[in-house]
């Protein structure tokens, strides 16, 4: 039998390690402008990476799902806020999913 508590406590370890790493054997100022511009990027990366699948597989037909984003994409790219966005990307997929 497998004791959940080890699992638990061995992931934070590795949890507490990713974030705590960095801050002690960094200590100075990234002058190099390629890393500084890969850390800043990081997180909008692995959420993009983590949300996409998501959105495509969330309704009952890919293509709705794939023609709502680039629509969302789309309404984004030219200023749209968030509200408006999300509200057209959801009308999307409920028109396509009526009609497919």
Avoid: Q
Wanted: aromatic residues 14%; charged residues 10%; hydrophobic residues 60%.
């Amino acid at each position: 039998m497998h004791n959940v508590y080890v699992y638990i406590i061995i992931m934070a370890a590795v949890t507490y390690l990713i974030r705590a790493l960095p801050l002690t054997l960094i200590r100075r100022h990234i002058d190099n402008r390629f890393i500084r511009s890969f850390l800043y990027y990081v997180p909008f990366v692995t959420l993009s990476v983590m949300t996409f699948p998501s959105i495509v597989t969330a309704t009952e037909s890919p293509i709705a799902a794939t023609v709502a984003f680039i629509v969302a994409v789309l309404l984004a790219w030219f200023g749209k806020s968030l509200f408006i966005v999300s509200v057209s990307a959801c009308v999307v997929v409920f028109i396509l999913e009526l009609i497919i």
